[in-house]
């Protein structure tokens, strides 16, 4: 961002928010802070509700009556969540309808971690903890966001995100003692999910590059994010007696740093930009279901108007 031609109420605006300040729905914001929030908070709410379809497959497969209704009620929780989401993005001028149209036409992406397929209960598991755990991370650090109304629902979310790393972290325990042939599928799943985990903050840009932060639209750099994620979850899951698939991953115990090997970050390009291995599978899915409730719709704006 070159700062040295803003005009001096967008200068004004950009050191209020580096500042902490912030905004609220009806403040002038200039038009590139609005942009940027409405894409940001957008790919929040088309991740909140593209990332249902890998675990809705698996309630009528989950093992126990018990798991099914946690399975349900997270997936009602993370529903909830992208309607929050894209009440908020209403607010700053893009209707709801617009959104979802842009998703399932494939303008619009949605997170790296919803691309990929999920082939047995294992992966449920995972999902739940480390994948939601990596996203708590991000999450956590939005409470800081420069748009308030964007921060305070992120209080909501977060607490729902934190009881679904329980019930993540509640099906691993059940499996890794268990049998030797369930521990394998969770085994095989950390191999499987480990390089959509590494890619999920991102490329490790600058925080001065990232526009996200300079708009202080995400507080925290995407490497910061990655390593207070390995640190969190890489003893969580050795302790569990379980591999990670990276013979490079190390801590520095002088720095704290971890190192690791470097990702494909072409591979999460393609991925997100809806060339991952069920991309299309989960859009054409969107699109049906929006085609089958969009009767509803009809009626209840009628009735409306």
């Not at 942009?35 to 593209?50: P, Q, R």
């Not at 977060?158 to 499996?175: N, Q």
């Not at 599928?185 to 999910?193: N, P």
């Not at 390009?269 to 009767?295: I, M, Q, Y």
């Amino acid at each position: 961002m070159d700062t040295q031609s803003m005009d001096a109420r967008t200068q004004e605006f950009l050191d209020y928010v580096q500042a902490g300040g912030q905004v609220e729905t009806g403040d002038w914001m200039p038009d590139e802070y609005r942009a940027k929030l409405v894409k940001f908070i957008e790919m929040h709410g088309n991740s909140e509700l593209m990332g249902v379809l890998p675990e809705r497959d698996w309630i009528l497969r989950a093992p126990t009556l018990q798991r099914k209704l946690a399975l349900t009620a997270k997936i009602q929780d993370e529903v909830g969540h992208a309607q929050l989401i894209y009440r908020v993005v209403e607010d700053l001028g893009k209707p709801r309808s617009a959104s979802l149209d842009d998703l399932v036409s494939g303008k619009a992406k949605f997170h790296n971690v919803f691309h990929y397929p999920t082939k047995t209960w294992g992966d449920v598991g995972v999902i739940a903890w480390l994948v939601d755990a990596a996203a708590i991370v991000s999450q956590k650090a939005l409470l800081k966001c420069s748009y308030a109304p964007y921060a305070r629902i992120m209080k909501k979310i977060c607490w729902e995100e934190s009881f679904h790393i329980l019930h993540g972290r509640d099906v691993i325990l059940a499996m890794v003692t268990g049998s030797r042939e369930q521990f394998a599928l969770v085994q095989e799943a950390v191999d499987r999910w480990w390089e959509p985990l590494m890619h999920f903050h991102g490329n490790p840009i600058p925080a001065e590059e990232d526009p996200m932060f300079i708009w202080r639209i995400k507080s925290q750099a995407n490497e910061d994010a990655r390593q207070e994620f390995l640190d969190g979850y890489v003893p969580q899951i050795r302790e569990l007696g379980l591999e990670i698939p990276d013979k490079a991953l190390a801590k520095d115990e002088e720095t704290g740093i971890w190192s690791y090997t470097e990702p494909d970050w072409e591979k999460l390009r393609a991925v997100v930009t809806g060339h991952g291995p069920a991309s299309e599978e989960r859009l054409s899915f969107r699109r049906l279901s929006r085609e089958d409730v969009a009767w509803v719709e009809r009626v209840v704006l009628a009735e409306a108007a």
